[in-house]
């Protein structure tokens, strides 16, 4: 195939892509979907598009949501017990495309999550300098590994009472991220995200990195901060563009804001229509 065909090729797909994702987003509100067995050695998953997402397409964040243990499985409902897809039914309005993969169950692979992240960005236009990735739990071990593997396609990441099962964490140290984890958490010990810190600052590679250590905080307490407004305005505001990358460090997240989680949601908009038919 030569230089002008493959141009006029890829230009097709480009289009085709477009025109598809412009169709998905056509109705107001925001639109969810759900995707199974499209992504060749992926996850299946959910994807949610924002309600202005015909307008902004190709200058839309991208926020890659990773769940806990308790959610893995083959029912897809599962994945939005909690996280981002559930803030947005209580009414928290997230100006983010957000992806949702279902974790049949044990670790989350990096090169999955990769490969779906792939898939949508080759169907749906998606500005790619703005991809942020969260995960609690045993989503916070995949939050760790997959950022840690693929610093160079991540803006900012966050994770929740969660590890690292790479064995070697410096690519942590590429990218702004935050580690969060609570004093009395019996379901991960702390010291599996202080391990992480403490690679990073001996190697003097932690210069984008944060950590707090919530005091008393349980498990599932750090669930919380997925209803925060404060959690999607420090990943957003992080770009791969930016010519100095570092972590924000203007917003804190404290125990007094988990006791307050929900408030200053609109409870009474409607955020999203939830389409159940499996689409392409």
């Known amino acids: 195939m030569n230089s002008f065909v493959k141009h006029n090729f890829k230009r097709a797909v480009t289009v085709a892509a477009m025109l598809a994702a412009v169709m998905f987003a056509a109705a107001q509100p925001g639109q969810l979907k759900a995707f199974r067995g499209e ?21 839309t964040p991208v926020l890659i949501f990773l769940h806990g243990a308790s959610l893995c499985g083959s029912d897809m409902n599962r994945s939005r017990r909690y996280g981002p897809l ?39 236009p998606m500005d790619n300098n703005r991809v942020y990735v969260l995960g609690m739990s045993l989503g916070g071990y995949g939050t ?16 929740l009472c969660g590890g690292c099962s790479l ?8 990218l702004p991220f935050w580690i969060i984890h609570g004093t009395g958490d019996r379901a991960v010990g702390i010291e599996q995200s202080k391990h992480v810190v403490r690679a990073l600052q001996q190697s003097g590679n932690d210069n984008m990195l944060r950590f707090d250590w919530l005091t008393g905080a349980s498990h599932g307490a750090l669930a919380r901060i997925f209803y925060l ?28 804001d988990l ?8 409870r009474d908009q409607i955020l999203y229509e939830e389409v159940y038919e499996i689409i392409y």
Request: hydrophobic share 35%; net charge negative.
């Open 39 to 59: 992504v060749k050695d992926g996850y299946d998953f959910w994807l949610y598009v924002p309600g202005d997402y015909s307008e902004t397409l190709d200058e």
């Open 86 to 124: 559930h803030a947005l039914k209580m009414g928290r309005d997230i100006r983010a495309m957000i992806i949702t993969p279902q974790n049949p169950g044990g670790a989350w692979k990096p090169h999955k999550i990769n490969n779906v992240l792939e898939w949508v960005e080759d169907n749906f």
């Open 144 to 159: 760790m590994d997959f950022c840690g593997t693929y610093p160079e396609k991540v803006a900012a990441g966050m994770a």
């Open 167 to 174: 064995k070697d964490v410096q690519g942590l140290g590429d």
């Open 229 to 256: 407004e404060k959690t999607y305005q420090w990943l957003f505001s992080h770009s791969m563009l930016d010519k100095r990358r570092h972590a924000n460090m203007a917003v804190d997240i404290s125990n007094a």
């Open 259 to 266: 006791k307050n989680a929900y408030r200053n949601m609109n």
